[in-house]
């Protein structure tokens, strides 16, 4: 039995579920947890204009009244001819898992989510994304940046993002239980994490 953790770093309301999902994985040590990455934006082409930019703020103004987490506004409005691509980072979770299978990947989720909503970082680089992996997994950057690169985590990626319909999942974050039972949803959205153990002891009791 363990929790699937649909999400992708550069979700707004994944970054807010963070905290939570970090207290909820305190309270169940003997519970394994699994991240598959959803790829919310994941090859999106597309310059993010100043439209798109405000309407991100006013999500990321709802995600900071329900969490509590700070966000970097000024980062995101100076940034210029940014694609907010998603793939580059879910496949830093993925290159993170390659790389140390046994390591807190939820740290290494948050930090990413750290690096891009709080830090302003360019979380579509290559490079910065391996600068932050390497510091969690306490790896060299330039191996880091190698298995980034390499082609089987590009697929093993996609894989993560085939994973996730074939699972029915439309919207991040989502909490699932995997049981001998099959498999049960536990949150489909962002909830605090007494609603989510009432949620899981349900799922468990089931």
């Known amino acids: 039995m363990k929790l699937l953790y649909v999400g992708d770093p550069m979700c707004s309301w994944c970054y807010g579920f963070g905290?939570?999902?970090?207290?909820?994985?305190?309270?169940?040590?003997?519970?394994?947890l699994e991240i598959i990455v959803g790829g919310v934006r994941a090859g999106a082409t597309d310059v993010l204009d100043q439209a798109g930019k405000e309407f991100?703020?006013?999500?990321?103004?709802?995600?900071?009244?329900?969490?509590?987490?700070?966000?970097?506004r000024e980062a995101l409005m100076a940034r210029?001819?940014?694609?907010?691509?998603?793939?580059?980072?879910?496949?830093?979770?993925?290159?993170?898992?390659k790389l140390a299978p046994s390591a807190d990947l939820l740290a290494v989720f948050r930090a990413l989510q750290h690096a891009f909503y709080v830090d302003g970082r360019d979380t579509t680089n290559g490079r910065v994304l391996s600068e932050v992996v390497s510091a969690q997994l306490q790896l060299d950057v330039e191996t880091v940046l190698?298995?980034?690169?390499?082609?089987?985590?590009?697929a093993q990626t996609r894989?993560?993002?085939?994973?996730?319909?074939s699972l029915g999942v439309r919207s991040f974050p989502?909490?699932?239980?995997?049981?001998?039972?099959?498999?049960?949803?536990?949150?489909?959205?962002y909830a605090h994490v007494a609603q989510l153990e009432q949620q899981l002891q349900r799922a468990l009791a089931g």
């Open 146 to 154: 190698r298995v980034w690169q390499d082609g089987d985590t590009i």
């Open 174 to 189: 989502a909490l699932l239980l995997d049981t001998d039972k099959g498999i049960v949803e536990v949150s489909g959205g």
């Open 80 to 97: 210029e001819n940014f694609v907010y691509d998603t793939e580059p980072v879910c496949r830093a979770v993925v290159t993170a898992r």
């Open 19 to 32: 905290k939570e999902m970090t207290k909820l994985m305190a309270m169940h040590p003997e519970l394994e």
């Open 159 to 165: 894989a993560d993002f085939a994973r996730v319909r």
């Open 56 to 72: 991100r703020l006013g999500h990321w103004a709802r995600v900071e009244a329900n969490s509590g987490l700070p966000f970097n």
